[in-house]
């Protein structure tokens, strides 16, 4: 590196050329170790930082991937996280992310890798969003946030270094979505008139945790208007019942609600569990809807929804059932709700996601 | 992909079928599994879409090549 005695202001700190600093870059660029735009350089010094940060050893796997026979060692998530921007004091939030993951599972199933083009999205709560600057107001699926913005990449970059699932090659996604850049939000505690969304399935109020989700779409619903809350939950069931999402028998979703929103709820008496319930009672489709969109039946090898003229094609358990109106949801445990954004209008969404079609999400304590 | 190396490798003969649109992933994980050479059979892309009528035309087409590596395997 060459060193410059500065004239005056930043006195006797050393100045780096940026021939210098494009040639360390571009060195990144070069391997591919990138998910297309410039990585933070990382080297040995800067790394133990992160391992301060972390009880574990280096050496000890996170997650893996048998069928590429790969491994996410402590020392790996920390390389990735350093070179997605993170601060050492965000890597316990990482270490908590890829537990929550592994605990989900998807990760082991080759689903990374899949046509769908899936991403990880990673929900935030507790104490540690404000500590390390997580936002869970305006803006939340948005930029803006260093936490938010290089704890989702993180996760990205870890996929394509470590695991090699570069498109085109191991990542096979047909269009993949926005996500697979970053997607790490936190929930909106503070402005929720409900418990957090840990705190439903055994977690103390305020632990801090990452809760794994899969998620495909986020489909928003402009709702500003209405103030009756079958109304809203009508518009939130039609949302998450649609067609296109219809991949499987059926599907699961997180509803994020604007503050708005589930003041809206909560003001009219509804409890999260009260949402769950009318969302999934309403998240329907007609038969003659699915048959209209060539979903009116399964596969008899995948159970992925076909027309029922297709030569694989098996009834669903609703046919089988004798129902018109067919479920989009196994049940009210396939939805999960949680609060995100600012409360600044009547806007919410469906974080469409993978699984699971029932039981608890993946959460995992942020140590 | 990885299906088929497995099963050649625990001794049972096996052929990874995939269509042209998946080609270059195959011969990644192929490349994975440290079988950089293992051969496969391409077919045309799509498959789901395909009634069975032009499902079996495809797969009488590419018979003959299936023949041929499990042969010579």
Redesign the interface.
Known sequence: MTTQQPSSGVAQLPLVEIDDIRRVMEHYAEHGWTDGLPVMPVTESYLSEFFDQTTRDPDEVLVSMT???RECTVRLAAINAAMAGCLPEYFPVVVAAWAALDLEGYVAKGIW?STTGTAPMLLVNGAVREKIGLNAKGNVFGSGFRANATIGRAIRLTAINVF?LRP???D?ATQGNPAKYTACIAENEEESPWPALPSEYGFDDGASTVTALTMRSVVHIEARHTTVPEQLATDIAGTIARTGALIHETISACIALGPEHAHLFAGAGWTKADLRRFVYEHATNSREALASAGKDALSAKTRWRLAGEH?DSTPDTAAERGLSEINALTSEAAVLVIVAGARNAGVSAVIETFGPRGGPPAIARVE | MADGILLERAGVPAISICTDAFQVTAKAMADVYGRPEFEFVVIPHPIASLGVAEIEANVREVIPEVLRILEGS
């Open positions: 069928h590429l026979d890798q090699g085109h090659e191991l096979q030569p």
